[in-house]
């Protein structure tokens, strides 16, 4: 694995994990975390023996934004033409299951950051918002769209207008925290479920990732049609063969993610 300047990078067993490592900037994101996280997850979803990614930051944060100090003095043309967030489309396109663990701030970019993942595990101390409207601009990762997906219209019409930061408990409750867990549980759990994930057949684990995505952004029709299909294509699958001879002969399967 490469090495990297704002981020630590470490293989445990089938789990890549990404850790935000700004504690100065309460791992505030700017260009270069980008590249490195982008970078980081690219690697880990171009190889087979890594079948889940965690994301996670520090105690305090897991990021509080996209980074003020450098976007603050920028033109909007630099913006554009600097395509200033737009590799983070890269690191939402990955094909393995990607769990957040939050754990303190995750606010404005580090929200959006978070609902670029599948799964997102909070700390009891963890706090969601998009305070962007209080710097006289909006969400610019993703948090207008993807917050209304996660939690609703009104919900997040609330958070995106006021700026209001909610907790871990409230952001469970309105469907944006996939489970709450004690802070000092949170990474133990966070490997735990990758794991869970990372034992299963890749092939199958990419097209149910695929398959989801594909009801955030598709209608019923088009989406069930793309389920079939997805589902179809795995009995080509060694794995599928393995998994259902396994279930007939009451034993566990052994994957080969082939
Ligand atoms: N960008 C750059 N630096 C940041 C930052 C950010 N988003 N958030 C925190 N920091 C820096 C602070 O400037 C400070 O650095 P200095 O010591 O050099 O001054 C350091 O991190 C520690 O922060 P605080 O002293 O402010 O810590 P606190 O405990 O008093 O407050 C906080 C914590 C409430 C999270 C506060 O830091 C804060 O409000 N941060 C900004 C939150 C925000 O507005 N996020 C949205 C950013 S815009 C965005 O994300 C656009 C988008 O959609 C992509």
């Not at 470490?10 to 490195?36: C, F, H, K, Y």
Request: hydrophobic share 45%; aromatic share 6%.
């Amino acid at each position: 694995m490469t090495d990297f300047e704002t981020i630590l990078v470490e293989t445990r067993g089938r789990v890549g994990w990404i850790t935000l490592n700004r504690p100065e900037a309460l791992n505030a994101l700017n260009s270069q975390v980008m590249r490195d996280v982008v970078a980081a997850a690219e690697e880990f979803d171009a190889d087979d023996s890594i079948g889940a990614i965690v994301v996670t930051g520090s105690e305090r944060a897991f990021a509080a934004g996209a980074d003020i100090k450098e976007m603050a003095d920028k033109t909007g043309l630099e913006m554009v033409m600097g395509d200033h967030f737009g590799a983070w489309g890269r690191f939402a396109a990955v094909r393995t299951p990607v769990i957040a663990a939050v754990s303190g701030y995750a606010l404005g970019g580090g929200c959006e950051l978070a609902m670029m993942c599948d799964i997102i595990l909070a700390a009891d101390t963890a706090q969601f918002g998009q305070p962007e409207i209080n710097l006289a601009v909006i969400p610019g990762m993703g948090g207008t769209q993807r917050l209304i997906r996660a939690v609703g219209y009104y919900k997040a019409a609330e958070l995106v207008l006021t700026g209001r930061i909610m907790k871990a408990d409230e952001a469970e409750r309105a469907g944006l925290v996939s489970r709450v867990v004690p802070a000092s549980d949170l990474l133990d759990e966070a490997h735990k479920t990758a794991e869970i994930i990372a034992a299963k057949s890749l092939p199958s684990v990419y097209a149910a990732k695929a398959a989801l995505d594909a009801a955030m952004e598709t209608s019923l029709a088009e989406g069930l049609r793309f389920e079939r299909h997805v589902f179809a294509s795995l009995f080509d699958t060694a794995d599928q063969k393995e998994g259902m001879a396994a279930f007939r002969e009451k034993r566990s399967p052994d994957f080969t993610h082939r």
